[in-house]
Nanobody, 124 residues
Framework: QLHLVESGGGLVQPGGSLRLSCAAS????????VGWFRQAPGKEREGIGC????????NLTDSVKGRFAISRDYAENTVYLEMNILKPEDTAVYYC?????????????????WGQGTQVTVSS
């Protein structure tokens, strides 16, 4: 059983930065595609982006392109979501999810493992 734990969330002012971590335990993340999602109060869960199992390919949704980046460190068994130029509308609970595949499933329900989420609040 792969356990994912997100961390790094918090309160940040507009224009600020945060780096979220998605750390895996029990098993290595090697070979798992990892997606990042977020869910704001009263809204549906939104997919932010994906990093491939190889780490060589990433993509991000349009609303965060140019501001967010996804990377992974196999030695640390961790995937990161670097968030810059944060806006109030980025406020949400952020989740990572993993699936043993080269690329993220099209449907979020297809991800095999999920973390518990970390709160990000962007406010002055």
């Amino acid at each position: 059983q792969l356990h994912l734990v997100e961390s790094g969330g918090g309160l940040v002012q507009p224009g600020g930065s945060l780096r979220l971590s998605c750390a895996a335990s029990e098993f290595a993340l090697t070979g798992y595609a990892v997606g990042w999602f977020r869910q704001a109060p009263g809204k549906e869960r939104e997919g932010i982006g994906c990093i491939s199992g190889s780490g060589r390919r990433t993509n991000l949704t349009d609303s965060v392109k140019g501001r967010f980046a996804i990377s992974r460190d196999y030695a640390e068994n961790t995937v990161y979501l670097e968030m810059n130029i944060l806006k109030p509308e980025d406020t949400a609970v952020y989740y990572c999810a993993a699936d043993y595949a080269s690329w993220c499933p099209k449907s979020s329900s297809a991800f095999e493992y999920w973390g518990q989420g970390t709160q990000v609040t962007v406010s002055s």
